[in-house]
């Protein structure tokens, strides 16, 4: 499996690290309910197919991805980076 | 059909032509009282407990593919109860005395081999630890044996106890730990419920979940509507799909976990063996293959086969414990889809919907829980109450705060 980072192009899995879902990227706010902090934290679609999760370039530009990609058959859509993206983490 | 030495004699005198198949294949019936969503290991003896232990007359089974096709035929088999948490300890505890008499329970040979758990630390830090994880095990009343680096070198002397990077210091020894055929458990299973009117029914696919006003109705198959008062979901890393058609979201990651079998070789491995650095274990099947496996790709994956760098990083470990091993060939490997949960422990709980029930967050250690998830899920189900052993793998336990978290990582997923 390689990922095609934007900024150093594709490279082998073993750079990079996942760290999971996207929903990382939705940090409730600091006076949300416990149900929100419950969800961001634990809940998760699970999807068998299209999914997006958050991969860390640690062995390259160390960049934070957005990566849309297949969990049934590994096929990568899209690697972009969340740095810019409106939301993005801190 | 009862298994016996006497049969066996006979048949073969008569050209085996008397053995009949295991188990009926019905087809589904329009109602149950109580239908299994999944036909793995965890839930054919939820159906054999439901039968035996409540006396439930109407159960299915329904499998998408063949029973046990999924993980429980693609684990590293490994039976043990090297747990310490409250909730844990208890629990595998029950699972493992079930192991001990389940070849009797079931008639069927499963070949249980108690031939002792070792594992391996390489670090003072990490021999106090496993000191206390010893000393947890006796208290809750099972076996744990300290072996300085000497006595385990009496035991298994081909390991490479003077590696510069991880020196071997000693190990935990479990006696009672060991190995069994992962597929004749759920094969015993399946015959044993069957034999009590468990209809088995595979190639039978869930589709939809039937709810009304807060109560499950039944199910949606690919060979037509069952109704059923009780529904049970054990599908282990398919439970993210099979929830969302009650409209449930999980606290559940599915990921890869890789294992590896060598070709057969003569005796060589008397034990289970984990590495203490680095996540490895390895032992010897009955027809000679090793077998072992490492840690998770890390990445959510419903593949069913991994990426080469983690089977490059199971090798180095592979070859840093036990360097002999490089002469074995590997002969394939394989990927098992795990419900991960955040803290590394199980679900087994009712749900917001009345009559529909959750087993599911093995992680990656589901098959020896085998015996004591049935029975617990059974109890759930007959009663709608938790059994006591279980009664701490809820649902909701990570919104309230009561973790069951053995590692002390964290309730993060992708971190266990």
Redesign the interface.
């Known amino acids: 499996?390689r990922l095609t980072c934007p900024l150093c192009g594709p490279r082998?899995?073993?750079e990079y690290?996942?760290?999971?879902?996207e929903d990382y990227l939705n940090r409730p706010g600091a006076g949300a309910a416990?149900?929100a902090w419950?969800?961001y934290?634990?809940?998760?679609?699970?999807?068998?197919g299209r999914?997006r999760?958050l991969?860390y370039h640690e062995g390259g530009c160390r960049e934070w991805l957005l990566v849309t990609r297949s969990?049934?058959?590994?096929e990568v859509f899209a690697v972009e980076l969340v740095a810019g993206r409106s939301g993005a983490a801190e | 059909m009862r298994y016996s030495g006497w049969r066996v004699l006979a048949e073969g005198l008569r050209g085996n032509r008397g053995w009949k198949p295991a188990w009926r294949d019905p087809a589904p019936a329009a109602e149950y009282d109580a239908v299994i969503v999944g036909g793995g290991g965890h839930g054919l003896s939820t159906a054999y407990y439901l039968a035996k232990n409540h006396g439930l007359k109407r159960i299915a089974v329904l499998e998408k593919g063949w029973l046990g096709g999924g993980n429980a035929g693609r684990n590293t088999t490994i039976v043990r109860n090297t747990y310490m948490m409250p909730g844990n300890s208890g629990f595998y505890s029950f699972s493992l005395k079930l192991w001990e008499k389940l070849e009797s329970e079931l008639n069927y040979n499963v070949m249980f081999s108690q031939r002792g758990l070792v594992m391996l630390f390489h670090s003072d830090g990490q021999r106090d630890a496993y000191v206390r994880r010893g000393n947890a095990m006796i208290n809750q009343g099972d076996d744990a044996v300290l072996l300085d680096r000497e006595g385990l070198r009496d035991l298994i002397p081909y390991l490479d106890y003077d590696n510069a990077r991880f020196p071997i210091y000693g190990a935990l020894l479990h006696p009672r730990g060991g190995t069994a055929r992962h597929d004749a458990v759920a094969w015993g299973y399946a015959r044993a419920a069957d034999r009590r009117g468990v209809d088995l029914i595979q190639n039978c696919e869930v589709t939809g979940i039937d709810i009304e006003g807060g109560r499950v109705r039944g199910v949606q198959t690919t060979r037509g509507a069952i109704r059923a008062g009780k529904v049970g979901i054990m599908v282990a890393g398919r439970s993210g799909q099979v929830a969302a058609m009650a409209g449930m979201r999980l606290p559940v990651e599915s990921h890869i976990l890789q294992a590896f079998v060598t070709e057969g070789l003569k005796p060589a491995i008397d034990h289970v063996i984990s590495f203490g650095m680095g996540h490895f274990y390895i032992s010897q099947s009955d027809k000679g293959g090793l077998v072992f496996g490492g840690d998770l790709d890390f990445h959510a994956s419903y593949a069913q086969r991994g990426n080469l760098p983690r089977a490059e990083q199971v090798m180095e470990a592979a070859m840093t414990l036990m360097p002999v091993i490089g002469r074995a060939k590997v002969l394939r490997s394989w990927g098992g889809i795990m419900d991960m949960t955040p803290d590394g422990s199980p679900i087994i709980d009712r749900t917001g919907i009345d009559g529909l029930y959750l087993n599911c967050g093995w992680n990656y250690g589901g098959f020896k829980a085998t015996p004591a998830s049935g029975w617990c899920m059974a109890h759930l189900m007959a009663t709608g109450e938790p059994h006591d052993l279980a009664r701490r793998f809820r649902l909701d336990r990570f919104a309230t705060g009561h973790l069951i978290d053995e590692e002390g990582t964290g309730h993060q997923h992708n971190l266990h």
């Open positions: 499996m082998d899995r073993r690290s996942c760290l999971g879902a416990p149900e419950d969800a934290l634990h809940l998760r679609d699970n999807p068998a999914a999760d991969w969990t049934v058959t590994h």
